[in-house]
Structures are given as C-alpha cells and as structure tokens.
C-alpha cells in the first residue's frame, strides 16, 4: 500500500509539490509578517478612542458622542481579534505547508538517486549506514506525529471545557451547615437585590449620598485590585469581588465599620492566555456580582472561574469552563434559589455553540443541569419569577428571550424580542416581563416596541 501511494509521486509530480509548498510558505510567512507588524496588544489603548472618552467625560450630555465612542470601541476591538484569528491560522498554515514541504523535498533527493547496478546473492552485504537509515526513517514519522501531538494539546488547551476542581477543597465541617437567620432589611444576597427586583421596601434607607460631603456616609474603604461588581451582604457580613489576570479574589468587610474580615484568593487549575490581560478592557475580570446564602458565597469572574467560598473564608470548590470567548469580557453575574446557582454564559458566535446555562449545587459545585443555548455571547443575568405557583427561569440573549423550568432546565417558551450586544437584566413586575437592549428605539423616540403579557394559567408560550 505504501508503495502504491509512494508511486504516485512520480518525479515531475513530486517537483510541482516542492515549488507549490515551497511558493505557499513563502506567502504565508510575509502575510504573517505584514499582520505582525500591524498587530496592536492593547486595543483599548486606541489613542483617538481614549481622547473621545476624555472628552465625553467632559460633556457627558453629548448623545452622538457616546454612540459614536461605542461605534469605534466595537470596529477597534473587532480589528483585534480578527487580526490575532488571522495570525493563529497563519501560524497553523505555515506549520502544514512547510510539513508537506519537506516531505516533498526529501522524496525529491530519493527519486534523484541513482538505481545500484544488480548484485549476485552471494554479492550481498549490510549496509555500512543501515543503522543511521533506520533513525532517519524514524525521525521522519516521529517528528512531524510529535510536532501533531503538541498542536493537539495546544487544541485542548483552548477549546471549551468544564473541569471541577476537587483537589483544591478545603476540608467541611461534618452534616449540613447550620441556616444563618438574619433580618430581610440585612439580606442582599444577589445583584439586585433579593429576587434581582432592585426594590427595597425599607422606608428609612437614604436616596442620596455624596462621598465628598460625607452625606449619609458611615465608613469607606480602599479596595485592592480592580473590579466593577456590587457588594452583596448577608447580616453583618458584606462580601465582593475584585481581582486582575495575576489573582482573583473574594474579599470579606464588616457590614457596620468596613473591616476586613477575611480574603480568598481563588486557587483553580484555569490555564489562562496572555492575551487574556490584553483583553481586560474597560469590564475587568471583576465585573460579575456574587451571590451568597450566608454560608456560602459564590463568586464568578471574567476569566470563566467560578468558585464556592464558606463563610470563614475557605474556597470548598471551583471550576473553570475553558477560555473566555467574548469581544467585551464577560458580566452576567450567577443567581441564586435555594442551593442551586444559575449561570447564564453566553460566548462566541450562535454558530460556535459555546453558551451555555449552568444549574450548579451551592455547597459542591456540581451540575444539577447544563444546557446549550443558541445564541451568541451576551451580557445579560437571568432572572426568576413566579406565575401562578409556578417558578421560571428567564433569560436574554439576541434575539431570544426564552423562559426555562428551574428545576429541570427544559424550555417553556421563547419570544424573539431582542438585537444586539444585550447587557440589561430582565424585570418582571405586576404580571409583566421587561428586557432592553440599546437602539430598540430610533434616537429620541419614544414608546413600546413589544410586550408579552403572562398567561393566566403561566407563561406558557410568552405571548
């Protein structure tokens, strides 16, 4: 069989692979060259992109401005990662092409052989050089399945995948942890507040502060790292994130005085990409809001780690779910009801088919259920509502928004409602469902686009 296909490579045929994968190399090696030396590491850093934003800053009032900053962000940032795209598989390209060169070349320097005049049987003898034949026949196939294997293993590397780290837990008290009770006015325990709503009906909390003036202000203090997550608070206890490509962390403050009480560096086995520090942009990797029970705090960050802290400040589990795949980072925040956690994580393009919905336990990390979604990446956080007795849980995403039973993840409903890099977090009040996204409307109008009423017997088809 081998000599079949060795046939096929004749002379004049083994001469036009030489030149054609010789020719492709050199094109592709001065297209990388070209890319690389228009390749820029910090989109964000865009110098006209940075003065627009200091001049918004300036006069936040001008509308055409901040749609116009938004505009150049999204072509700058777009530019970036089609460019790093484009040297990755210029790089791949480059590997193969030479490959296929080389192997052409050396059956080249074989069919240039000679053929050895026929010998007598008696004529016969070992090869002087047959041992250094048989390692260059080795070296051919072993090296290129080598140089294979490293791409494959660089593959993994960056390919989506859930990994549930049990080596890093810290050892639990025996039984089931003791219910923390505190007051509902001293519950916050998700972004938004209870149920994600943002009411309070505490008719005593101010409406107003200023830093400066100290009005209505009982402590402050300064916060390490970076990150653009709310505090969450159970009782006397406050708790937020913060963090940057070197560590992620939880940190713990007296609700009353603002002292820190304890910090958790999270300890995973993420393997990160430079490129993620070049990615951090304006959202950070501390952009998403923890949840907490009182027990358990569970915290999320920009580079898909999630983790599961108690209340001394012990990390009891963590998992990762492969490299971020997102233009502007990621910021939906996980949910809580009961001991279950949802994460809404929405990545990539709808054709990828890298978002997923997570149903995780609060106290081990484990999936209750994990379920694919259609959609491409968003920044949105789910929401549940009851109707009728009923919980749901729903979700935005472009162009869908879908309603799911918590308990199972099975779909109830879905409306196409929604275009766009959706962000805001859905709200139900008074039987009613709200998503926004931007540019619903046309510029300075005003009005509904759509709504969808519940049905009386639940949202059954979101009409």
């Not at 997570?358 to 106290?363: E, F, K, Q, T």
Request: glycine residues 8%; charged residues 20%; aromatic residues 10%.
């Amino acid at each position: 069989m081998l000599d079949n296909l060795l046939a096929l490579f004749d002379r004049k045929t083994t001469i036009y692979l030489v030149a054609a994968s010789g020719v492709f190399s050199l094109v592709v090696i001065i297209g990388l060259c070209f890319d690389g030396l228009w390749y820029r590491p910090m989109p964000v850093f865009d110098v006209p992109l940075l003065e627009m934003r200091e001049t918004l800053r300036k006069n936040p009032q001008d509308q055409a401005l901040r749609e116009e900053i938004r505009h150049l962000d999204q072509v700058v940032r777009q530019d970036f990662i089609t460019t790093r795209k484009r040297l990755l598989v210029g790089g791949y390209l480059l590997f193969f092409s030479l490959l296929i060169f080389v192997l052409s070349l050396r059956r080249w320097t074989v069919l240039q052989k000679k053929l050895p005049e026929p010998l007598l049987l008696s004529q016969l003898t070992e090869h002087p050089q047959a041992q250094m034949i048989l390692f260059r026949t080795l070296a051919y196939f072993c090296i290129p399945l080598a140089l294979l294997s490293l791409y494959g293993l660089s593959y993994l590397k960056h390919h989506p995948q859930i990994v549930n780290e049990a080596g890093l837990q810290a050892p639990q008290p025996p039984g089931p942890p003791l219910e923390i009770l505190v007051p509902d006015n001293q519950k916050w325990p998700q972004l938004r507040g209870p149920k994600g709503s943002g009411v309070v009906d505490d008719p005593n909390l101010p409406v107003s502060w200023d830093v400066e003036k100290a009005e209505n202000l009982v402590w402050k203090v300064e916060i390490p790292g970076k990150g653009h997550s709310s505090p969450v608070i159970w009782g006397d206890r406050l708790y937020i994130t913060t963090g940057d490509f070197e560590s992620r962390k939880v940190l713990c403050y007296q609700r009353n005085d603002g002292n820190l009480v304890w910090s958790c560096a999270l300890r995973t086995n993420a393997q990160l990409d430079e490129e993620l520090k070049e990615d951090e942009g304006d959202t950070g990797l501390a952009a998403p809001t923890a949840v907490t029970d009182g027990h358990y705090i569970v915290a999320f960050f920009g580079t898909n780690e999630i983790a599961g802290i108690d209340r001394e400040g012990r990390q009891i589990w963590s998992r990762w779910f492969g490299p971020p795949d997102s233009d502007f980072g990621i910021a939906s925040s996980p949910i809580l009801s009961g001991s279950t956690v949802y994460l809404q994580l929405d990545q990539g393009s709808k054709e990828k088919k890298h978002s997923m919905l997570y149903a995780l336990d609060i106290a081990s990390g484990k999936p209750r259920w994990e379920i694919p979604r259609e959609v491409p990446c968003s920044w949105s956080t789910p929401i549940l509502v009851e109707s009728n007795g009923r919980s749901e849980l729903i979700t935005a995403a472009d162009p869908w928004a879908i309603s799911y039973d918590p308990v199972s993840g099975k779909e109830i409903w879905r409306a196409k409602v929604l275009s766009g890099a959706v962000a805001p977090m859905p709200a139900s009040c008074n039987g009613f469902f709200f998503t926004a996204t931007e540019y619903s409307l046309g510029r300075h109008q005003n009005g509904w686009t759509r709504r969808y009423h519940r049905n009386p017997c639940g949202l059954d088809h979101g009409k």
